[in-house]
């Protein structure tokens, strides 16, 4: 079975590099996309980027400028970077897989920006 | 892609049906809408995707239609279980979900 678990600092400060790391379990990384979404406290999701197992990506257009993102597949993790970040990045984030559609989600971490 | 789901919420009774709308700003290439279900602290399920094929491990109760700009997701026999928020997603151009429906279970 698939599982997908995100780690990094829960708390982040404004202006600062928000850094995350999705572990992959049960699964190889190849052959699929993986992606990044947060969910701000109280609304909808919003997607940040994908990255395919080769290192082909994409990121949103609000987000483009401030994101990155990276893949090992022999440590079989990702990792998302989020610059200058403010008070609007406070979120849940969440790794899953995917083509397009996100059929694993892991539990997702609580990153709040302040100082 | 603006995705823009209705309605708000939904009130229904165990054993009723519910019907949830999701329109695309866009006409979307290939059917390519996913739907979800998100309850409170937990990430969301993925129920539907290409806009009619059940994810693996979903109940038939789930059907997924539509096409072009305008798509819906079906709950039959509506059980306590179903309660949450269901968003619709695009991937047919970048990636966008709409803004959620509330589904509540009287």
């Known amino acids: 079975q698939v599982h997908l678990y995100q780690s990094g600092p829960g708390l982040v400060k404004p202006s600062e590099t928000l850094s995350l790391t999705c572990s992959v379990s049960?699964?190889?990384?190849?052959?699929?996309?993986w992606t990044w979404v947060r969910q701000p406290p109280g609304r909808s999701l919003e997607w940040i980027s994908y990255?395919?197992?080769?290192?082909?990506?994409n990121s949103s257009p609000s987000l483009k400028s401030r994101v990155t993102m990276s893949v090992d597949t022999s440590k079989r993790q990702f990792t998302l970077s989020l610059s200058s970040v403010t008070a609007a990045d406070t979120a849940v984030y969440y790794c899953?897989?995917?083509?397009?559609?996100?059929?694993?989600w892991g539990q997702g971490i609580l990153v709040t920006v302040s100082s | 892609i603006v995705m823009t789901q209705s309605p708000d919420t939904l009130s229904l009774s165990p054993g009723e049906g519910a019907t949830l709308s999701c329109r695309a700003s866009?006409?979307?290439?290939?059917?390519?809408v996913a739907w979800y279900h998100q309850k409170p602290g937990q990430p969301p399920r993925l129920l539907i995707h290409?806009?009619?094929t059940r994810a693996t491990g979903i109940s038939d109760r789930f059907s997924g239609g539509g096409s072009a700009t305008h798509f819906t997701l079906t709950i039959s026999r509506l059980e306590s279980e179903d309660s949450g928020m269901y968003y619709c997603?695009?991937?047919?151009?970048?990636?966008?979900f709409g803004e959620g429906t509330k589904v509540e279970i009287k």
């Open positions: 899953t897989r995917g083509n397009g559609w996100n059929d694993i």
């Open positions: 049960g699964a190889s990384m190849t052959g699929y996309f």
């Open positions: 990255m395919l197992y080769t290192g082909r990506t």
């Open positions: 866009q006409t979307l290439p290939r059917n390519s």
């Open positions: 290409d806009a009619s």
């Open positions: 997603q695009q991937y047919g151009s970048s990636v966008t």
